[in-house]
């Protein structure tokens, strides 16, 4: 059995055919934390997409371990307002990747979600409407349904965008410890580039203009880029 | 009026299967119609009802014009299996369209469903006035100006959709969820397609059995007006279905009565009751806030 949860071998990303950046090849490990970078439309979120299983692959492989469980928080905007969802609905249906259609909640299953709102310090919001949150709160309510579904890498989509530095430091302490403590490696899109050097063992680095991809650590692929700011979202 | 109400009472044998059916057609179309208002496919619902209504009157045709041989007691089946079929296969294809746009939002679901629903709203037309069955079963279907069900129709309508009401409680959570957050469930392995297939193939086969029954207005106002009233009411998904299904019900109900009493067409008062219910939840629900 490989030791890397997530791989990718000479992949191949993009829309109709056509690849948006020349091929890519990681590898994620577990307990590590492997940032993706990059200017706006250089195919971050399309490269997320495709490791997800959501875009199709041009090309290559994406292997995923057998044991491995994905855990995925999507950028708060992308939940629709309209359905009156509260906060410990929206955490449940992380479980139910776990229990299956048509199956009910177990026991076991709601104490992972009450353990995970109160980790995430949402307990007290468990029956507000989602929609009525702060971003933040958002953040963290997402965070706790990924957690829910046990995952062994938690795929996240510009947690901290539409915060300040200091609101970002704190959601991606609060991520990391988290992941840390149920033992899940990390693969993230982040703007911040002093946040993705901090944390990170690997960089990803997207230039779409170049048509060049970046792989390393974050000394070697950030050098050069600046250490203060963020990249445009 | 109080005589008018005791000879509705009086003759209830004759009403009760077109009351029945209203009541049926109600509560179901108003439970499942909550994923229609929340899924934002309230036109496909409205183009469900004409392509059925569409099945339904090439049916008339095809026999009128003996291109089908048919047995006197298959005319009845004939509109229904043809409106089962029609529906069955927008359904499958707009399941397809939401799945593409998982993966390419620059497929446009809108379009689509506007052109099924100019291209079958005109077909219609054109077809119904080729039938000699005349105008008032043209109406009948558009509008539902239905005033009797008889017991074979109200046994088919409600064994189709009381199991489908069935297996919308029991998915409930399910469908709600692909619904919801379709990308979150497709990264848990849970069958989206398929459960969109589901949804939508069940959404057509309310409508098309319930179009044939008592009429395309009433129905798809019931799978419309009643959610929305009741997601103005309540701020909880189970509390939003159940209260759903009792406001359709209601309107089924009290729409046929003042029909009667009124002397006013029957879909068109079933659906202006519900329309009442709307504007007595927003109300309400103005007041709240």
Request: net charge positive; hydrophobic share 50%.
């Amino acid at each position: 059995m490989s030791a890397a949860l997530l791989s990718a071998e000479a992949l191949r990303i993009g829309y109709r055919g056509t690849s948006m950046l020349p091929e890519l090849s990681f590898a994620v490990a577990p307990g590590t934390v492997i940032s993706i970078v990059g200017h706006n439309g250089s195919g971050k979120s399309t490269l997320l997409k495709t490791i997800l299983g959501l875009t199709p692959k041009l090309g290559g492989e994406i292997r995923i371990r057998r044991d491995a469980r994905l855990g995925y928080v999507p950028q708060r905007e992308t939940m629709d307002p309209i359905y009156p969802v509260t906060v410990g609905e929206l955490v449940e249906t992380g479980r139910y990747g776990i229990r299956g259609v048509g199956r009910r909640l177990t026991p076991p299953d709601r104490a992972r979600v009450r353990e995970m709102l109160e980790a995430t310090g949402t307990a007290r919001l468990e029956r507000r409407l989602f929609r009525t949150l702060s971003g933040g709160e958002q953040q963290r309510a997402l965070l706790a349904r990924a957690l829910c579904a046990e995952p062994s890498v938690l795929v996240l989509d510009e947690p901290t965008a539409s915060m300040d530095e200091k609101g970002a430091h704190e959601a991606m302490g609060l991520t990391l410890a988290l992941a840390r403590k149920h033992g899940a490696a990390i693969v993230m899109v982040n703007h911040f580039i002093d946040l993705v050097a901090e944390v990170s063992d690997q960089v990803i680095h997207l230039d779409r203009d170049h048509q060049r991809v970046t792989i390393g650590p974050p000394a070697e692929v950030l050098k050069g880029r600046g250490s203060q700011g963020r990249y445009s979202s | 009026m109080s005589e008018k109400l005791a000879l509705f009472a009086a003759s209830w044998e004759l009403w009760r299967g077109a009351v029945a059916a209203g009541v049926v057609a109600g509560a179901v179309c108003g439970f499942v119609g909550i994923y229609v208002v929340l899924h934002r496919i309230v036109f496909v619902s409205a183009a469900m009802s004409q392509v059925s209504s569409l099945g339904v009157m090439l049916a008339f045709w095809l026999v009128q014009a003996q291109a089908i041989e048919t047995a006197h007691h298959s005319e009845d089946i004939l509109p229904l299996l043809f409106a089962a079929l029609f529906t069955g296969v927008f359904s499958a294809a707009m399941a397809g369209h939401a799945s593409a746009r998982l993966s390419d939002r620059t497929k446009s679901s809108e379009a689509f469903i506007g052109s099924v629903y100019l291209l079958s709203s005109a077909a219609l037309v054109l077809v119904g006035d080729q039938v000699t069955r005349g105008a008032h079963d043209v109406a009948n279907i558009l509008f539902g100006n239905t005033v009797i069900v008889d017991l074979p129709h109200l046994l088919l309508f409600a064994g189709v959709s009381l199991p489908i009401a069935v297996l919308h409680v029991w998915l409930r959570k399910d469908l709600l969820f692909v619904s919801f957050d379709p990308v979150m469930a497709t990264t848990l392995g849970y069958p989206v397609t398929w459960l969109r297939v589901l949804l939508l193939v069940s959404l057509g086969m309310v409508i098309s059995i319930g179009t044939r029954t008592i009429g395309a207005l009433p129905v798809f106002s019931f799978s419309v007006l009643p959610p929305i009233a009741a997601l103005a009411l309540f701020e909880n998904l189970r509390s939003s279905f159940w209260a759903s299904a009792v406001i359709g019900a209601l309107s089924a109900f009290l729409g046929y009565v003042t029909s009667f009493l009124l002397g006013l067409p029957t879909g068109a008062s079933m659906a202006a009751t519900a329309g009442v219910f709307l504007l007595v939840a927003k109300g309400l629900q103005r007041l709240r806030d």
